[in-house]
């Protein structure tokens, strides 16, 4: 015998939240890709590295069977792993952090200011890359300021809130336009003027969900996520139709 029969998952979906955290402690040691997705592969399978062997093979264990690989098998076989180099498709997240139980991943039936909250939270992070927000930002997700994420859970919730914009992009495409690298960008600008574009962003949001009409403030914060994103969509969406309309006159 010469190989082991080995499983692995093939999405970011699959993973548990024991394996979400054991993903998000090696990207916190800034091991390289190749480095990460051995680990899992060894740690998921239960193997062990007895020795080096010479040309570039490795005697590896699991239980009673000792089998020599190559680096060339091993890489291989970590392929699999290849999903953990971008972000999720489908946002995913640790479920629970101690007792506490996160929102759902897709924000779906959270409230919209809870969204707002958070969105603000993680774009003062892309600026200043302070773990304070990231903490701020858990203490929402999980709904509790008592909740104490480690530095492998404080990476999971970047990673949650990245891929949750990446998959609002796609849904909601007039919304969530890519900006340029112009005033108009919250990353484009120095951190002084971040606060101020940000409360700025905000508000324009709650404007138009409104109409201006402040009676409806409070209605709109409580609405779902889902709901008030489908809404700025079609806004935006109509706003650029009449704009190109406009332009042809």
């Known amino acids: 015998m010469n190989s082991f029969n080995i499983t692995l998952p093939t999405s970011w979906t699959e993973l548990s939240d024991k394996q979400l955290h054991m993903v998000y402690s090696l990207f916190a040691r800034d091991l390289s890709s190749a480095e990460v997705k051995t680990l899992c592969l060894m740690k998921w ?16 264990k699991r239980g009673k069977e000792v089998v020599p690989l190559s680096t060339r098998q091993i890489q291989q076989a970590t392929s699999v792993l290849d999903f953990l180099d971008s972000f999720a498709p489908m946002p995913v997240r640790i479920a629970r952090i101690g007792k506490y139980r996160a929102v759902a991943a897709d924000f779906e039936k959270v409230p919209f200011e809870e969204y707002l909250y958070v969105e603000n939270l993680f774009q003062g992070y892309l600026n200043t890359q302070s773990d304070e927000l990231l903490l701020q930002m858990a203490q929402v997700l999980y709904a509790s300021d008592h909740v104490k994420p480690d530095k492998a859970q404080l990476i999971g919730i970047f990673y949650w809130m990245a891929s949750l914009k990446q998959y609002f992009a796609g849904l909601f495409p ?63 969406r109509d706003a650029e139709e009449l704009l190109k309309a406009t332009k042809k006159t």
Do not use: C
Request: net charge positive; aromatic share 6%; proline share 3%.
């Open 45 to 60: 399978n239960g193997l062990k590295v007895l020795s080096q062997l010479p040309d570039k093979r490795f005697l590896i």
């Open 174 to 236: 007039n919304f969530y336009k890519p900006t340029s690298n112009s005033e108009d960008n919250l990353l484009g600008n120095g951190q002084h003027d971040i606060y101020r574009q940000l409360r700025d962003s905000t508000n324009a949001i709650i404007r138009a969900l409104t109409g201006g009409d402040i009676t409806k403030e409070a209605t709109i914060m409580k609405m779902d996520t889902w709901r008030a994103l489908t809404e700025l969509d079609a806004k935006a």
